[in-house]
């Protein structure tokens, strides 16, 4: 995410929670940073706080009035948010772990996130290919792979046990076990599963149905923000405007994090100097802008 995009997108999230606010109401704080990914995938996280407080009054507001109906609103908000940008959703069914990976012996830390890179091409298989035995042996295969056995679980689940090298050429052993019924669980607790269906899809009859439901949710919450703290019609219609020029958009392409990086500028860590300290004086940590017993900076760059 640009900071641009990131700032409307903060501005969206509170209009979603409080539709109708007025500019001014509460104070709001929104954070953007970049979270790593094993995957080498770049991924954009913005987290955000809402004042609790009534600018204009000193009242307590409270965005959620009554639960459930808040969390209808806010899931179908962001749900159209990530479908009208393209980006990916925690309920996508790629997202679902469907492959597990682990490696047993020293280090097995390490070594399970080295294994991990065995998992990443089942996301793309299908509930059928994830049950055959031929699919699982022959893509591992490719992926180096090497003394493969196959078996089942106690749950019927397809486990396969193999061995293969890792970074510095050393053998270490894997075993990787397929979950294809993990991707149904990602709706599991969800309170727009009935909009979506089983699986989320990325189609315009989907989109289109949680558009609609997002419009009517809107309109209840600003009937109670309102009432109980009175509202702004300018705010209201512009949520609106901005929910009804919502399109589907096509999934955008992750960005590596080596991409990232490439636009980012070596920083050289600040050096601290050494300097003499008598027995009886204790030893502190430097701190900046702070000066040593001959007068020189404690910290320099």
């Not at 899931?75 to 682990?102: C, F, M, Y």
């Not at 022959?138 to 078996?151: K, Q």
Request: aromatic share 6%; proline share 8%.
């Amino acid at each position: 995410l640009t900071t641009a995009e990131a700032h409307e997108l903060w501005l969206n999230l509170v209009d979603i929670y409080l539709p109708g606010l007025r500019p001014g109401q509460v104070a709001t704080l929104g954070i953007l940073h970049r979270e790593p990914a094993l995957s080498a995938e770049a991924r954009s996280a913005v987290h955000g706080f809402i004042g609790h407080t009534d600018l204009f009054t000193g009242h307590r507001v409270q965005p959620y009035f009554h639960g459930s109906r808040d969390a209808v609103r806010v899931e179908l908000g962001q749900e159209l948010i990530n479908l009208a940008h393209g980006w990916t959703s925690p309920k996508d069914p790629a997202k679902a772990r469907v492959a597990v990976a682990s490696s047993p012996g020293p280090g097995s830390t390490a070594r399970r996130a080295w294994a991990n890179k065995f998992t990443s091409q089942f996301r793309l298989f299908s509930d059928e290919d994830l049950r055959d035995p031929t699919a699982i042996r022959v893509s591992l295969a490719h992926g180096g792979a090497e003394d493969i056995r196959l078996s089942t679980t106690a749950r019927g689940h397809l486990r396969a046990s193999f061995r293969c090298r890792d970074h510095d050429g050393l053998e270490m052993p894997v075993s990787v076990v397929m979950h294809p019924d993990r991707r149904e669980q990602l709706l599991r607790g969800s309170s727009i599963g009935d909009l979506i269906g089983p699986r989320l899809q990325r189609t315009p009859e989907i989109f289109a149905r949680l558009k609609l439901a997002f419009l009517d949710e809107l309109a209840l919450g600003r009937q109670e923000l309102d009432r109980r703290h009175g509202s702004s019609d300018a705010a209201y219609d512009r949520v609106v405007a901005w929910a009804r020029g919502l399109e589907l958009a096509q999934p955008r392409r992750p960005k590596l994090m080596s991409e990232v990086f490439a636009h980012i500028p070596t920083l050289n860590p600040p050096m601290v100097e050494e300097f003499a300290c008598s027995p009886d004086q204790p030893v502190l940590p430097p701190v900046l802008g702070a000066r040593g017993p001959n007068g020189a900076p404690a910290i320099s760059s």
